[in-house]
Each structure stands twice: as C-alpha cells, then as structure tokens.
C-alpha cells in the first residue's frame, strides 16, 4: 500500500468514527427542534428555548443570526467564536457540548441558505424530531432564484424524518406536506390569532404573533402549559437585532425610531411599514437604509421598495449605497429626497439625520444590521428618551 492510500484509509476512518461519535451524542438529545424560515428564525428559537426552560425542561438553544451565540440550559448567553468564519461543522460541537450537559431538548437555529447545505444541515447534523419554518418570503433570490415555489422548496429539506414540522399558513404549507409525507413526517399551519394582541403586552419589545404563536405550539408538543410558556417567553433575552420602537431626543428635537433592519426581505419590511407607521403619524417620515455589498439582489429590492414607502428623506449608508439609489431613481423616487450617506461612521450618520429633524419626526430603519447597520441604531439610541435633550 502506497503513503497516499494509507493516508487515504486513516482519513475515512477518522471520519467514520467521528461520524459514529456524532450519531451517540445525537440521540443523547431526546427534542431536536430545527428552526428554518427566512425571517424570526433567531427570534423564534429564543422564545421555544425560554417557553421550554420555563416548562421545566433542560433546554440549550443555539442562534446564529444577529450575533451567534449558545442559550444555556440556566438562559444564560455564551458567543460562539468563530477562527475561520462560520461553518456546518460547528453543529457538531454544540452536539457535543450539550449531550455532556445531559440536555433534554436542543433548539438549533438553520445556519444554511443554500438548498443542498440544508439537507446537510438537517440529515447530516441535527435530525430534527420537531422542525420549524417560520415562514417564506422573497429572500436571499440570489441563491434560491426569483420563484416562491424555490425558496420553499429549499427550506423544506429541513422538514423533519419520521417527526413534526410547526410553520405559518399560507401557500408553502402544500410543498411541506408533500415533503412531509415522503418523510412520515406531519405538518401543522398555527394560525397568529392563536395569540391575543393583549397577550403581546408583557414582551418589553415588539414580538410578531406568528412567532408566539408557533413557539407555543412547539412547547405544548413536548408538554409545556401555555400560561408556563407565554410567561417564560415574555422574560427571556430577544434576539439584539429585534424590532425596537424608541424615541431620542437631542437639541430638542424627536425623533421617533423603528428599527426593522433585521426584517431583510421587502415583504417583512413593507408588513411593519403597514403596520406601525402607515396613516399612525402626523409628522415627517424619513428612512434609513443600510446596505450591504454582498447581497446585491437585496439592494436592488431595497431600492424599488422605497417608491412604496413615500417618505421626506431616505438616508441610504453602507457599503452597496449607488446599487440602492440607482434603483430608488428607476422606481421614480425623487433625488431631491435621496441622501448619500455613503462611507460615514454610525455618528455621523445620527448627526446628519438629526440635522434634518424640524421638531419631531419618525425614522424606520431599514435593510440590514450587518457592517454599521445596528452600530448607527445604536448610536442613535444613545439619545433615547432624556439623553441630549437641550
């Protein structure tokens, strides 16, 4: 046998057997909840990982969305650091970790976009007994193309083997039942008026009912109350890109926030402008779009969702700012009303928006947390409510 075919043979079984170790630790972990979806995915596996803890059930969850990080079984928050960048294989060393602390229940955020990664993600690394997609929306069509049937079609090789798969209502539901069956697996739609809007009232930020609703769901299946769940829910750390609504106040003027940056797709984004803003406001609305270059298809969308969105000014910042204007003024948005705010440091970007302010106006930001995106909100929250009042 040559060097390379030894080498070769030594390979493959390292592999078999660290395959082998990860099948043990695997079914050491009785609940394995796969949570998919394009949007909420971070939030909803914050909120089945608190209604379950609350439930009495030693509960791990893992999130990678704003800042990746593992939710222990005590709720407390350890980053996950990353040397190379993220990775399939991390899956395996939080299996790892959670089948020594004896955890009874993993809640695992999907950490692939691409179709064929999910399969892996799902077949390879978690074999879920509980899936969910909290829902499909136009999202990453640079990856699953501009079709809706692509991108559920995608998110559908998280559909669970021979368990149950949580989601939202809506034309999807019959491409993950026809996966569902080929995979014994069922399929249950919860509706959000499973929630009451004043059940709503004791999260300290504004959380989506499809999110509770569904997250209530996946704690009943394991056997956790609902009143249990709903109040552990309600407690527990949300996600740091959730949807905020604050006021800052500097040199007397206000300026009334709404930090969507991590809704992403138009469809969430165009939601919340309907529901928190449109005909809610007598003053100036101005807009706050942060871009990204590597998600240009995203720019572009971006761009012909500010003709829907009619507003005093769009501050477009990041690194992807000419793809978003460029298509803002082919959607017929006037360039008196657009701002280049290219290239400037989240301070600078609160003093120049407040420069505008005559008195009071609201700001919805927009498009992405990434690279500045969250760090300017933040910037801005520094004059929340009393801070900087003249």
């Known amino acids: 046998m040559t060097y390379f075919a030894a080498l070769s043979v030594i390979v493959i079984v390292l592999l078999l057997v660290e395959r082998a170790l990860h099948e043990r630790r695997r079914r050491a972990i009785p609940h394995r909840i796969h949570v998919n979806g394009i ?11 608190a209604g379950l803890r609350g439930g009495g059930v030693r509960t791990w969850g893992k999130v990678t969305g704003t800042e990746p990080n593992i939710i222990d079984a005590g709720g407390h928050e350890v980053a996950i650091k990353r040397m190379n960048g993220a990775s399939l294989s991390e899956q395996r060393t939080i299996f790892s970790l959670a089948a020594k602390e004896h955890v009874e229940a993993l809640v695992i955020e999907c950490m692939a976009v691409q179709a064929r990664y999910q399969e892996v993600a799902e077949d390879a690394f978690v074999r879920s007994t509980i899936g969910v997609i909290t829902n499909v929306r136009a999202d990453h069509l640079e990856v699953y193309g501009d079709r809706f049937e692509g991108v559920a079609e995608a998110l559908a090789n ?12 809506g034309p999807a539901v019959e491409i993950f039942e026809r996966v569902a069956k080929k995979r014994g697996s069922r399929v249950v739609a919860v509706p959000a008026d499973e929630v009451e809007q004043d059940e709503l009232a004791s999260f300290e930020y504004y959380e989506h009912r499809e999110n509770v609703a569904v997250a209530l769901r996946v704690c009943a299946e394991l056997g956790v109350g609902r009143d249990v769940a709903l109040a552990a829910m309600a407690t527990a750390r ?10 800052a106040r500097r040199d007397g003027s206000s300026l009334h926030v709404i930090n969507a940056l991590a809704a992403n797709d138009p469809d969430s984004t165009l939601f919340l402008h309907h529901r928190l803003i449109e005909g809610r406001w007598d003053c100036p609305l101005f807009v706050f ?15 012909q969702l500010l003709a829907k969105i009619p507003a005093a000014r769009y501050f477009v910042a990041g690194d992807d700012v000419r793809s978003v204007l460029n ?8 360039e008196s009303a657009l701002i280049d705010c290219a290239h ?24 992405n947390t990434a690279a500045g995106g969250l760090e300017t909100i933040d910037a801005m929250a520094a004059y929340e409510l009393t801070q900087g009042v003249a």
């Open 158 to 169: 998280t559909v669970p083997h021979g368990g149950v798969l949580f989601t939202t209502p």
């Open 289 to 303: 779009v942060h871009t990204r270059r590597d998600r240009p298809l995203r720019s572009i969308q971006l761009g």
């Open 39 to 49: 949007r909420g995915k971070s939030s909803v596996t914050r909120l089945i990982a």
């Open 327 to 334: 298509a803002a003024r082919d959607a017929g948005v006037a």
């Open 344 to 367: 400037q440091p989240p301070q600078a970007l609160v003093d120049r928006i407040f420069a505008d302010v005559q008195g009071r106006a609201v700001l919805f930001a927009i498009g």
């Open 238 to 247: 949300p996600d740091p890109g959730v949807l905020r609504v604050f006021e």
